[in-house]
């Protein structure tokens, strides 16, 4: 459409807004994991050793910016079993986000619970409309999957692996303190 509107420079264009769309993608996705890691790092943090937090983003941006860099080092890129674990790790992120929402409804169930003269907040018809949305996404990519075991395998692995990564580390943190 946009080569039909400006010929050649409309081809220019749009794949320059494709390529900065990934970057801010890219750059949302590591500005988000470095948060959390921070934010889990001052959870999990002793009192003997006030690390600050901040120590640990950017720890989390070259941990994921290394990972990228040694699978494509390995040669993955252009896999094409490659855009069945791209789906995969989408579906896996999705469900994230609706285990993330559930949970802040039930916060905010028992906030109200604590203080019943106060309405229902307005932030919860979106949360749930946040679910069914991810929910339908998710289920949209597992249909239009070509390999749906390869996606369910690299799924079941991926949650394996950080279940026992997780607890690993929570067993050495708790064995440190």
């Known amino acids: 459409a946009a080569r039909k509107a400006l010929g050649q420079t409309g081809r220019y264009i749009m794949g320059a807004v494709a390529i900065l769309a990934v970057f801010s993608a890219i750059n949302a996705m590591m500005h988000s994991v470095s948060l959390m890691a921070g934010r889990l790092a001052d959870t999990y943090r002793d009192a003997k050793r006030p690390d600050s937090p901040s120590k640990y983003r950017p720890a989390a941006v070259l941990l994921l910016?290394?990972?990228?860099?040694?699978?494509?080092?390995?040669?993955?890129?252009?896999?094409?079993?490659?855009?069945?674990?791209?789906?995969?790790?989408?579906?896996?992120?999705?469900?994230?986000y609706i285990f993330v929402n559930v949970s802040a409804i039930r916060a905010?169930?028992?906030s109200s619970m604590s203080a019943p003269q106060e309405k229902v907040s307005t932030a919860l018809p979106l949360k749930f409309f946040s679910i069914a949305g991810m929910a339908l996404a998710a289920t949209g990519i597992i249909l239009i999957e070509?390999?749906?075991?390869?996606?369910?395998l690299f799924s079941v692995i991926v949650v394996a692996a950080t279940a026992v990564g997780v607890s690993l580390i929570d067993l050495f943190l708790n064995r440190s303190r």
Request: proline share 7%; glycine share 8%.
């Open 65 to 96: 910016a290394g990972a990228s860099a040694f699978l494509m080092a390995l040669g993955f890129a252009g896999e094409p079993y490659l855009e069945t674990w791209i789906r995969s790790s989408i579906i896996l992120w999705l469900v994230y």
């Open 108 to 110: 905010m169930r028992q």
């Open 146 to 152: 070509p390999d749906p075991v390869q996606l369910l």
